[in-house]
């Protein structure tokens, strides 16, 4: 990927980013968020991640944003247009942001990552496929592993539906909860004050 093209990519998705938690509309924020999505996906398929980049487009900027934008639909989307901005919020998210940028430059630099290539760091087929268990026992992981090829999705498959599927079904419980909520939330009366 052109460098030039990669640096695009980073500000528009920063870009939108920065939009979400500024703008004042919630419907604006929703759209941003989508917009850094689709941004985030164009940089997951730059480095060759096709199925990271896709599932993103999907179930995050397809899916859950049409969710969202439901659910500020069902709400007040103008409650918090009228209300003034919160400095002490403000000054302690620019002081986490801060941090996580300071933790992700001092990892990232004391890995070495910028270093490794497909080139100098093959990836180990054989000691994966000893390490793997169960999952190199099935027929097309161990295929594609003889083959030299990574099984990547069929691995996440696996692993979520083999070790992680009770986990699985209580955040999809969650989710029915959280959307069963908004539903109830949404039918309230409001009192002769205007609130919900």
Do not use: W
Request: proline share 4%; aromatic share 8%; hydrophobic share 55%.
């Amino acid at each position: 990927m052109p460098p030039l093209l990669f640096y695009l990519l980073a500000a528009i998705t920063l870009g939108f980013g920065l939009m979400v938690v500024t703008a004042r509309n919630p419907v604006t924020s929703a759209l941003s968020l989508a917009s850094c999505f689709v941004g985030l996906a164009a940089l997951f398929i730059s480095l060759d991640a096709y199925f990271i980049g896709t599932i993103q487009v999907l179930v995050y900027a397809g899916a859950v944003m049409v969710l969202f934008l439901f659910i500020i639909m069902l709400l007040d989307i103008k409650a918090e247009e009228g209300k003034s901005k919160n400095m002490i919020a403000i000054a302690t998210g620019a002081m986490l942001a801060a941090l996580l940028a300071l933790q992700i430059t001092s990892v990232v630099g004391h890995a070495k990552i910028a270093d490794k290539s497909p080139e100098n760091t093959p990836l180990a087929f054989a000691e994966a496929k000893s390490t793997l268990g169960a999952a190199a026992k099935l027929p097309t992981i161990a295929r594609d592993l003889d083959a030299g090829m990574l099984p990547d999705t069929k691995m996440i498959g696996f692993t979520l539906f083999d070790q992680y599927g009770f986990h699985l079904q209580v955040v999809g419980l969650l989710l029915l909860v959280g959307t069963v909520g908004v539903v109830v939330l949404s039918k309230r009366e409001k009192n002769p004050g205007g609130a919900a």
